[in-house]
């Protein structure tokens, strides 16, 4: 079956670390590809996505996403994180050869240490 | 920037009460969503709309209807509320029925059925 998966429930960093969020989708064909990001109490808001051209790609609030298509993967990463960085973040797909309903991944909610 | 606004951040309802969600944006987005959000489940589809008077079921439309009589509105309804229903309820839009679609999402409605 179509997914996204993000394995990571939780994840701890402390503040000034670097950080990695997985992201793996099982499609055939490339699909578009999306990172939200959720602040506590508030909704989602666009990151970064990937449509084509350049698999690294540069959102907002510092962060970048690689797309590697051999490993199905759209990796977040971020060089060194701040405190107010801690939120729930959600990888998401539209697969490009169906209808244009996107798909969510079940997210990764990122706890940052003082 | 486009704004998706869910006027009503809290409630609190009674089982069997009848609820109305109500949903606006205000940058001519011809789709719009409900979405569903629970610890652990991430989002899940309720309903969505391509055009004024138009919907569609998503994946857990059961309990649920909408209304959309004006394209800036997309309602949501829950004809007699359940204890199950409590949840974050999520509105977006989007611009075009196009696979590259970015979401705009509201700060949501989180709804407390007793």
């Known amino acids: 079956a179509q997914s996204v998966t993000q394995p990571d429930i939780h994840i701890t960093v402390s503040e000034g670390a670097s950080l990695e969020l997985r992201c793996n989708y099982s499609?055939?064909?490339?699909?578009?590809l999306f990172w939200y990001v959720q602040s506590p109490g508030q909704g989602l808001q666009l990151l970064l996505k990937?449509?084509?051209?350049?698999?690294l790609v540069q959102g907002i609030k510092g962060f970048e996403a690689e797309f590697k298509r051999s490993q199905s993967s759209f990796n977040l990463r971020k060089p060194s994180v701040h405190w107010s960085d801690a939120a729930e973040y959600f990888c998401?797909?539209?697969?490009?050869?169906?209808?244009?309903?996107?798909?969510f991944g079940k997210g990764t909610r990122l706890h940052i240490l003082p | 920037d486009v704004k998706v606004t869910q006027s009503s951040r809290y409630l609190v309802k009674r089982t069997g009460e009848k609820v109305f969600l109500e949903c606006v944006q205000d940058?001519?987005?011809?789709?719009m969503f409900w979405y569903r959000q629970d610890p652990g489940l991430g989002l899940r589809l309720i309903y969505f709309?391509?055009?004024?008077?138009?919907?569609e079921k998503g994946d857990i439309p059961e309990g649920y209807s909408v209304s959309r009589e004006k394209k800036e509105r997309f309602s949501l309804i829950l004809e007699s509320a359940s204890t199950n229903q409590t949840s974050m309820y999520l509105c977006a839009s989007s611009l075009r029925a196009s696979g590259a679609n970015v979401l705009t999402f509201g700060a949501g409605s989180r709804l407390t059925v007793l």
């Open positions: 990937y449509f084509s051209g350049d698999t």
């Open positions: 940058m001519d987005h011809e789709n």
């Open positions: 709309s391509y055009d004024v008077k138009m919907k």
């Open positions: 499609y055939g064909a490339t699909p578009y």
């Open positions: 998401a797909v539209v697969p490009m050869n169906r209808d244009d309903k996107i798909i």
